[in-house]
Protein backbone atom coordinates (compact mmCIF):
# COMPACT_ATOMS: atom_id res chain seq x y z
CA UNK A 1 0.00 0.00 0.00
CA UNK A 2 1.42 3.63 -1.07
CA UNK A 3 1.91 6.16 2.36
CA UNK A 4 -0.83 7.98 0.80
CA UNK A 5 -2.73 5.83 3.06
CA UNK A 6 -0.90 6.52 5.88
CA UNK A 7 -3.13 7.37 8.63
CA UNK A 8 -6.73 6.82 7.06
CA UNK A 9 -9.17 6.30 9.46
CA UNK A 10 -11.06 3.52 8.63
CA UNK A 11 -14.23 1.80 10.25
CA UNK A 12 -14.66 -1.97 9.56
CA UNK A 13 -17.58 -3.76 10.57
CA UNK A 14 -17.42 -7.43 10.70
CA UNK A 15 -13.38 -7.21 11.70
CA UNK A 16 -13.57 -9.90 14.52
CA UNK A 17 -12.27 -12.62 11.54
CA UNK A 18 -12.07 -13.50 8.00
CA UNK A 19 -11.82 -10.67 5.61
CA UNK A 20 -12.83 -8.24 8.08
CA UNK A 21 -9.83 -9.09 10.30
CA UNK A 22 -7.55 -9.51 7.41
CA UNK A 23 -8.52 -5.96 6.14
CA UNK A 24 -7.68 -4.63 9.36
CA UNK A 25 -4.12 -6.29 9.19
CA UNK A 26 -3.37 -5.58 5.49
CA UNK A 27 -4.15 -1.85 6.50
CA UNK A 28 -2.28 -1.33 9.29
CA UNK A 29 1.11 -2.51 7.89
CA UNK A 30 0.97 1.36 6.22
CA UNK A 31 -0.43 2.70 9.81
CA UNK A 32 -4.14 2.62 9.19
CA UNK A 33 -6.22 4.26 12.45
CA UNK A 34 -8.83 1.35 12.53
CA UNK A 35 -11.86 1.61 14.26
CA UNK A 36 -12.98 -2.36 14.69
CA UNK A 37 -17.02 -3.39 14.99
CA UNK A 38 -18.41 -6.91 15.32
CA UNK A 39 -20.33 -8.88 18.24
CA UNK A 40 -17.40 -11.12 19.63
CA UNK A 41 -15.16 -8.63 21.60
CA UNK A 42 -13.04 -10.93 22.23
CA UNK A 43 -11.58 -11.55 19.10
CA UNK A 44 -12.21 -8.14 18.04
CA UNK A 45 -9.48 -7.21 21.00
CA UNK A 46 -6.77 -10.10 19.57
CA UNK A 47 -7.62 -8.51 15.96
CA UNK A 48 -6.52 -5.05 17.51
CA UNK A 49 -3.40 -6.38 19.47
CA UNK A 50 -2.41 -7.54 15.81
CA UNK A 51 -3.11 -4.49 14.19
CA UNK A 52 -0.58 -3.02 16.81
CA UNK A 53 2.19 -5.16 16.11
CA UNK A 54 2.02 -4.31 12.56
CA UNK A 55 2.40 -0.82 13.39
CA UNK A 56 -1.27 0.19 12.84
CA UNK A 57 -3.83 1.70 15.43
CA UNK A 58 -7.20 0.29 16.82
CA UNK A 59 -10.30 1.11 18.51
CA UNK A 60 -12.57 -1.87 19.46
CA UNK A 61 -16.48 -1.96 19.77
CA UNK A 62 -19.32 -4.09 20.07
CA UNK A 63 -21.90 -3.52 17.54
CA UNK A 64 -24.35 -5.88 16.22
CA UNK A 65 -24.75 -3.95 12.44
CA UNK A 66 -28.66 -5.03 12.89
CA UNK A 67 -28.95 -2.33 15.02
CA UNK A 68 -28.48 1.44 13.37
CA UNK A 69 -27.77 3.00 16.77
CA UNK A 70 -24.67 0.31 17.16
CA UNK A 71 -23.49 1.57 13.36
CA UNK A 72 -23.96 5.16 14.58
CA UNK A 73 -21.71 4.62 17.48
CA UNK A 74 -18.92 2.93 15.59
CA UNK A 75 -18.65 5.95 13.39
CA UNK A 76 -18.92 8.28 16.47
CA UNK A 77 -16.15 6.54 17.99
CA UNK A 78 -13.66 7.09 15.18
CA UNK A 79 -14.69 10.99 14.85
CA UNK A 80 -14.08 10.74 18.51
CA UNK A 81 -10.69 9.16 19.08
CA UNK A 82 -9.40 9.90 15.53
CA UNK A 83 -11.04 13.14 14.73
CA UNK A 84 -12.40 11.63 10.80
CA UNK A 85 -13.79 8.67 9.03
CA UNK A 86 -11.99 8.34 5.74
CA UNK A 87 -12.82 5.13 5.10
CA UNK A 88 -15.84 2.92 6.25
CA UNK A 89 -16.26 -0.60 4.96
CA UNK A 90 -19.25 -2.76 5.22
CA UNK A 91 -18.23 -6.20 5.58
CA UNK A 92 -20.77 -8.24 8.14
CA UNK A 93 -22.55 -10.48 6.95
CA UNK A 94 -23.13 -14.15 6.79
CA UNK A 95 -25.19 -16.81 4.93
CA UNK A 96 -27.31 -19.92 5.47
CA UNK A 97 -28.25 -22.54 3.19
CA UNK A 98 -32.64 -23.15 2.53
CA UNK A 99 -34.43 -23.18 -0.83
CA UNK A 100 -36.36 -19.77 -1.30
CA UNK A 101 -39.72 -21.70 -0.73
CA UNK A 102 -38.39 -23.70 2.29
CA UNK A 103 -37.20 -20.05 4.11
CA UNK A 104 -38.42 -19.29 7.05
CA UNK A 105 -39.70 -15.87 8.37
CA UNK A 106 -37.28 -15.26 11.12
CA UNK A 107 -34.14 -16.47 8.70
CA UNK A 108 -35.78 -14.17 6.52
CA UNK A 109 -35.83 -11.50 8.65
CA UNK A 110 -32.21 -11.62 10.24
CA UNK A 111 -30.07 -11.70 6.98
CA UNK A 112 -32.17 -9.10 5.50
CA UNK A 113 -31.70 -6.86 8.99
CA UNK A 114 -27.71 -8.24 8.42
CA UNK A 115 -26.78 -8.06 5.48
CA UNK A 116 -28.75 -5.52 4.03
CA UNK A 117 -29.51 -3.10 6.47
CA UNK A 118 -26.87 -3.39 8.06
CA UNK A 119 -25.13 -2.56 5.32
CA UNK A 120 -27.43 0.31 4.45
CA UNK A 121 -26.93 1.79 8.37
CA UNK A 122 -23.08 1.92 7.11
CA UNK A 123 -23.65 3.79 4.10
CA UNK A 124 -26.82 5.82 5.17
CA UNK A 125 -24.56 6.98 8.90
CA UNK A 126 -21.11 7.12 7.13
CA UNK A 127 -22.42 9.73 3.99
CA UNK A 128 -23.20 12.65 5.93
CA UNK A 129 -19.78 12.69 8.37
CA UNK A 130 -18.27 12.11 4.68
CA UNK A 131 -20.03 14.99 2.79
CA UNK A 132 -18.97 17.18 5.60
CA UNK A 133 -15.43 16.23 5.69
CA UNK A 134 -16.02 16.99 1.58
CA UNK A 135 -14.30 13.68 1.34
CA UNK A 136 -14.47 9.81 2.02
CA UNK A 137 -14.61 6.00 0.82
CA UNK A 138 -17.61 3.72 1.53
CA UNK A 139 -17.35 -0.07 0.57
CA UNK A 140 -19.26 -2.33 0.79
CA UNK A 141 -17.96 -5.95 1.07
CA UNK A 142 -20.66 -7.66 -1.40
CA UNK A 143 -20.13 -11.09 -3.11
CA UNK A 144 -19.75 -12.62 -6.93
CA UNK A 145 -23.38 -14.17 -6.26
CA UNK A 146 -24.32 -10.30 -6.22
CA UNK A 147 -24.93 -11.14 -10.05
CA UNK A 148 -26.20 -14.33 -10.21
CA UNK A 149 -28.88 -16.34 -7.66
CA UNK A 150 -27.62 -19.27 -6.33
CA UNK A 151 -29.92 -22.67 -5.63
CA UNK A 152 -30.41 -23.38 -1.78
CA UNK A 153 -28.50 -19.57 -1.35
CA UNK A 154 -31.46 -17.71 -2.67
CA UNK A 155 -32.22 -14.90 0.79
CA UNK A 156 -28.37 -14.29 0.82
CA UNK A 157 -28.30 -14.05 -2.48
CA UNK A 158 -30.55 -11.11 -2.75
CA UNK A 159 -28.87 -9.58 0.04
CA UNK A 160 -25.71 -9.39 -1.56
CA UNK A 161 -27.44 -7.95 -4.95
CA UNK A 162 -29.31 -5.40 -2.75
CA UNK A 163 -26.18 -4.27 -2.03
CA UNK A 164 -24.74 -3.66 -5.07
CA UNK A 165 -27.64 -2.06 -5.93
CA UNK A 166 -27.12 0.25 -2.89
CA UNK A 167 -23.75 1.36 -3.50
CA UNK A 168 -24.83 1.89 -7.62
CA UNK A 169 -27.44 4.20 -6.69
CA UNK A 170 -25.56 6.32 -3.95
CA UNK A 171 -21.90 6.11 -5.80
CA UNK A 172 -24.17 8.16 -8.52
CA UNK A 173 -25.99 10.22 -6.13
CA UNK A 174 -22.82 11.32 -4.46
CA UNK A 175 -20.48 11.93 -7.78
CA UNK A 176 -18.58 15.33 -7.20
CA UNK A 177 -19.08 15.09 -3.58
CA UNK A 178 -15.60 13.95 -2.35
CA UNK A 179 -17.37 10.96 -1.24
CA UNK A 180 -16.61 7.88 -3.67
CA UNK A 181 -18.39 4.63 -3.51
CA UNK A 182 -17.66 1.05 -3.98
CA UNK A 183 -18.29 -2.64 -4.07
CA UNK A 184 -16.12 -6.04 -3.28
CA UNK A 185 -17.42 -9.29 -4.63
CA UNK A 186 -15.50 -12.37 -3.45
CA UNK A 187 -16.01 -15.59 -4.56
CA UNK A 188 -15.12 -18.12 -2.30
CA UNK A 189 -12.92 -17.38 0.29
CA UNK A 190 -11.02 -19.26 3.15
CA UNK A 191 -12.92 -17.61 6.62
CA UNK A 192 -15.21 -18.60 9.36
CA UNK A 193 -18.15 -18.01 6.60
CA UNK A 194 -18.80 -21.58 5.60
CA UNK A 195 -18.53 -23.06 9.37
CA UNK A 196 -21.77 -20.16 10.05
CA UNK A 197 -23.01 -21.64 7.29
CA UNK A 198 -23.04 -25.16 8.12
CA UNK A 199 -23.76 -24.47 11.83
CA UNK A 200 -26.88 -22.33 10.45
CA UNK A 201 -28.18 -24.99 7.76
CA UNK A 202 -27.00 -28.05 9.78
CA UNK A 203 -25.39 -29.97 7.76
CA UNK A 204 -22.09 -29.18 6.55
CA UNK A 205 -21.73 -26.93 3.24
CA UNK A 206 -18.52 -26.41 1.45
CA UNK A 207 -17.79 -23.68 -0.80
CA UNK A 208 -17.06 -24.03 -4.59
CA UNK A 209 -14.73 -23.06 -7.05
CA UNK A 210 -11.38 -21.73 -6.60
CA UNK A 211 -10.47 -20.49 -3.16
CA UNK A 212 -8.72 -17.23 -2.37
CA UNK A 213 -7.37 -16.62 0.75
CA UNK A 214 -8.88 -14.07 3.38
CA UNK A 215 -4.76 -12.26 3.04
CA UNK A 216 -5.19 -12.07 -0.87
CA UNK A 217 -8.66 -10.74 -0.42
CA UNK A 218 -7.46 -8.39 2.11
CA UNK A 219 -4.61 -7.42 0.08
CA UNK A 220 -7.00 -6.14 -2.60
CA UNK A 221 -9.17 -4.46 -0.42
CA UNK A 222 -6.06 -2.37 0.67
CA UNK A 223 -5.60 -1.28 -2.76
CA UNK A 224 -8.87 -0.19 -3.20
CA UNK A 225 -8.70 1.83 -0.05
CA UNK A 226 -5.32 3.80 -1.77
CA UNK A 227 -7.24 3.81 -5.24
CA UNK A 228 -11.18 3.88 -5.48
CA UNK A 229 -12.98 2.35 -8.30
CA UNK A 230 -16.45 1.41 -8.93
CA UNK A 231 -16.18 -2.37 -8.35
CA UNK A 232 -13.61 -4.76 -7.12
CA UNK A 233 -13.29 -8.11 -8.23
CA UNK A 234 -11.00 -10.36 -6.03
CA UNK A 235 -10.88 -12.90 -9.22
CA UNK A 236 -11.59 -11.20 -12.05
CA UNK A 237 -13.01 -14.67 -13.98
CA UNK A 238 -15.71 -14.55 -11.99
CA UNK A 239 -16.69 -11.14 -13.32
CA UNK A 240 -17.16 -12.03 -16.60
CA UNK A 241 -18.74 -15.06 -15.68
CA UNK A 242 -21.65 -13.15 -14.17
CA UNK A 243 -21.76 -10.90 -17.10
CA UNK A 244 -21.62 -14.62 -19.54
CA UNK A 245 -24.75 -15.65 -16.69
CA UNK A 246 -27.11 -12.45 -17.04
CA UNK A 247 -26.59 -12.83 -20.74
CA UNK A 248 -27.38 -16.54 -20.95
CA UNK A 249 -30.01 -17.15 -18.18
CA UNK A 250 -31.00 -20.21 -19.73
CA UNK A 251 -27.40 -22.24 -19.73
CA UNK A 252 -26.30 -20.87 -17.10
CA UNK A 253 -29.13 -22.40 -15.11
CA UNK A 254 -28.05 -26.47 -16.72
CA UNK A 255 -24.17 -25.18 -15.40
CA UNK A 256 -25.00 -24.15 -12.31
CA UNK A 257 -27.60 -27.07 -12.07
CA UNK A 258 -24.69 -29.44 -12.63
CA UNK A 259 -21.78 -27.85 -10.91
CA UNK A 260 -23.78 -27.52 -7.51
CA UNK A 261 -24.04 -31.73 -7.42
CA UNK A 262 -23.63 -33.38 -5.26
CA UNK A 263 -25.77 -31.28 -2.93
CA UNK A 264 -24.56 -28.97 -0.21
CA UNK A 265 -21.61 -28.13 -2.57
CA UNK A 266 -22.17 -24.28 -3.49
CA UNK A 267 -21.22 -22.68 -6.61
N1 LIG B 1 -16.02 -16.31 2.57
C1 LIG B 1 -16.56 -16.24 1.36
O1 LIG B 1 -16.48 -17.21 0.55
C2 LIG B 1 -17.26 -14.97 0.91
C3 LIG B 1 -17.52 -14.82 -0.46
C4 LIG B 1 -18.16 -13.66 -0.89
C5 LIG B 1 -18.53 -12.68 0.02
N2 LIG B 1 -18.28 -12.85 1.35
C6 LIG B 1 -18.71 -11.80 2.27
O2 LIG B 1 -17.60 -11.33 3.00
C7 LIG B 1 -18.06 -10.73 4.21
C8 LIG B 1 -17.19 -11.22 5.36
O3 LIG B 1 -17.38 -12.62 5.52
P1 LIG B 1 -16.18 -13.64 5.80
O4 LIG B 1 -16.04 -14.51 4.62
O5 LIG B 1 -14.99 -12.90 6.30
O6 LIG B 1 -16.86 -14.54 6.94
P2 LIG B 1 -16.60 -14.62 8.52
O7 LIG B 1 -15.21 -15.03 8.80
O8 LIG B 1 -17.71 -15.48 9.02
O9 LIG B 1 -16.80 -13.11 9.00
C9 LIG B 1 -18.06 -12.53 9.14
C10 LIG B 1 -17.93 -11.33 10.06
O10 LIG B 1 -19.22 -10.70 10.16
C11 LIG B 1 -19.48 -10.50 11.53
N3 LIG B 1 -20.91 -10.46 11.77
C12 LIG B 1 -21.84 -11.41 11.53
N4 LIG B 1 -23.04 -10.99 11.92
C13 LIG B 1 -22.86 -9.74 12.44
C14 LIG B 1 -23.72 -8.77 13.02
N5 LIG B 1 -25.04 -8.99 13.19
N6 LIG B 1 -23.18 -7.60 13.43
C15 LIG B 1 -21.87 -7.35 13.29
N7 LIG B 1 -21.01 -8.22 12.77
C16 LIG B 1 -21.51 -9.41 12.35
C17 LIG B 1 -18.76 -11.62 12.28
O11 LIG B 1 -18.43 -11.20 13.59
P3 LIG B 1 -19.21 -11.56 14.94
O12 LIG B 1 -19.72 -12.96 14.80
O13 LIG B 1 -18.15 -11.39 15.97
O14 LIG B 1 -20.28 -10.52 15.03
C18 LIG B 1 -17.50 -11.72 11.45
O15 LIG B 1 -16.54 -10.79 11.91
C19 LIG B 1 -19.53 -11.12 4.36
O16 LIG B 1 -20.35 -10.02 4.02
C20 LIG B 1 -19.70 -12.23 3.33
O17 LIG B 1 -21.02 -12.28 2.83
C21 LIG B 1 -17.65 -13.98 1.82
Not at 120 to 125: D, G, M, Q, R
Not at 218 to 245: D, F, G, N
Amino acid sequence: MANNNVQKVVVITGASSGIGAATAEALAKAGAKLVLGARRLDKLQAVAARVLELGGQAEVMVCDVGRREQVKALLALAQSRFGRVDVAIANAGFGFVARVHDTTDEQMEEIWRVNLLGTWYVLAEAAPLMLKQRQGHIIAVSSVVARRGLPGMGPYCMTKAGQLSLVEAMRVELRGSGVYVSSVHPGYTQTEFFQQVSRRSGSTVRGGGKMQSADVVAQKIASLVERPRPELWPLKMLRWATLLTAMLPGISDAAIAKSMRPRGRLS
